[in-house]
């Protein structure tokens, strides 16, 4: 059974940078794709990016251009660099793992636990 850890989280100022990682316990080349989603209080948890096997990638209009998702196959390990981020990025950010599907637009069969992104003044 893989797991998916994220880690990068934390609390940045408006405008700000991040970077996530979600590491994989085995290859992520085992997935088909992989990606972020997020959750905030009281909304339902949304796609931000997705990347396929193959590079094919699929964005949030709301990330599009602030927002870069990528993998390294050798550290199978998926990030997202999140930059000019805005208070409403806040949110708990999930990665996930799709073994079944090279879709980019549903979510997959595994999830992580979740990592924190606030950001505010």
């Known amino acids: 059974q893989e797991q998916l850890v994220e880690s990068g989280g934390g609390l940045v100022q408006p405008g700000g940078t991040l970077r996530l990682s979600c590491a994989a316990s085995?290859?992520?080349?085992?997935?088909?794709?992989m990606g972020w989603y997020r959750q905030a209080p009281g909304k339902l948890r949304e796609l931000v990016a997705v990347?396929?096997?193959?590079?094919?990638?699929n964005y949030a209009d709301s990330v599009k251009g602030r927002f870069t998702i990528s993998r390294d196959n050798a550290k199978n390990t998926v990030y997202l660099q999140m930059n000019s981020l805005k208070p409403e990025d806040t949110a708990v950010y999930y990665c996930?793992?799709?073994?079944?599907?090279?879709?980019?637009?549903?979510?997959?069969?595994?999830w992580g636990h979740g990592t924190q992104v606030t950001v505010s003044s």
């Open positions: 996930n793992g799709n073994s079944r599907s090279y879709s980019t637009y549903i979510p997959g069969d595994y």
């Open positions: 085995g290859s992520i080349s085992s997935f088909y794709a």
């Open positions: 990347i396929s096997r193959y590079g094919v990638t």
